[in-house]
């Protein structure tokens, strides 16, 4: 099993250029999720997925897009990047079973905004 | 809404002692709470949770966490400090109704163990 895997590792973006930041997961999990970390506001939840074709906002979803047409993959758009949108970026698959739920991270993308 | 507070940014412990991070939860409904490690320039690693049952959670590398509903509090615990310990923590929780899709953070605490 890969976990889940993101992609880039790093990006430098202009101010107002687009990217997608992807993250795919192999553990059939149903459950996915993008964060942001920034220094001193530990990891914010940008959106998350319960499902293929389900998605919802977290605690900061302004200035991004997510899709989940598949199981398995999460990307997150960033439609006109802002320097306000350099962070570190971390996706995460989880699944929930009775009593058992556990969340794995990906090893993020780090992202900067000029 | 749902949130996760950690009150201290930073806490220091000489190697040996007792160490206590503290996490406070606000959820509907019952908690689902987790710890969380992250090493310099790693991404977070999984350390304990607390579903249901005993109030005293054990997990990884000899830590544990204690649930305490009534002070809504989930601190996290070791009796004796490493210097390997050093690290930044973070608490996590979300409601039973959400469980593992919604899971929010609290800010972290820098815990530093010196010799």
């Known amino acids: 099993n890969a976990g889940v895997t993101q992609t880039p590792k790093f990006q430098v973006l202009k101010t107002g250029q687009s990217m997608t930041l992807q993250c795919a997961q192999d553990?059939?999990?149903?459950?996915m999720s993008w964060y942001r970390q920034d220094p001193g506001m530990g990891l914010r939840l940008i959106h998350y997925?319960?499902?293929?074709?389900?998605?919802d906002q977290g605690e900061v979803p302004n200035g991004y897009n997510v899709s989940r047409s598949t199981t398995e993959d999460f990307p997150l758009r960033l439609l006109s990047a802002a320097p306000s949108q350099t962070s570190v970026y971390f996706c995460?698959?989880?699944?929930?079973?009775?009593?058992?739920?556990?969340?794995?991270f990906g090893p993020g993308t780090r992202l900067t905004v000029l | 809404a749902q949130s996760v507070a950690q009150p201290e940014d930073q806490v220091n412990v000489a190697e040996g002692n007792p160490l206590t991070v503290k996490c406070t939860y606000s959820v509907s409904g019952n908690p689902y709470l987790f710890w969380y490690v992250q090493y310099p320039n790693r991404g977070l690693q999984f350390l304990l949770k607390y579903i249901t049952g005993d109030n005293l959670v054990k997990g990884s590398y000899g830590f544990e966490a204690e649930f305490n509903k009534s002070q809504t509090s989930f601190h996290l615990k070791k009796p004796s400090a490493l210097v390997s310990d050093s690290a930044l923590y973070f608490c996590?929780?979300?409601?039973?109704?959400?469980?593992?899709?919604?899971?929010?953070f609290g800010s972290g605490t820098r815990l530093s163990i010196r010799p």
């Open positions: 995460a698959s989880s699944y929930s079973r009775g009593r058992a739920v556990e969340q794995f």
């Open positions: 996590a929780g979300s409601s039973g109704y959400s469980s593992a899709s919604k899971i929010i």
């Open positions: 997925s319960v499902g293929a074709g389900i998605t």
């Open positions: 553990m059939n999990h149903e459950y």
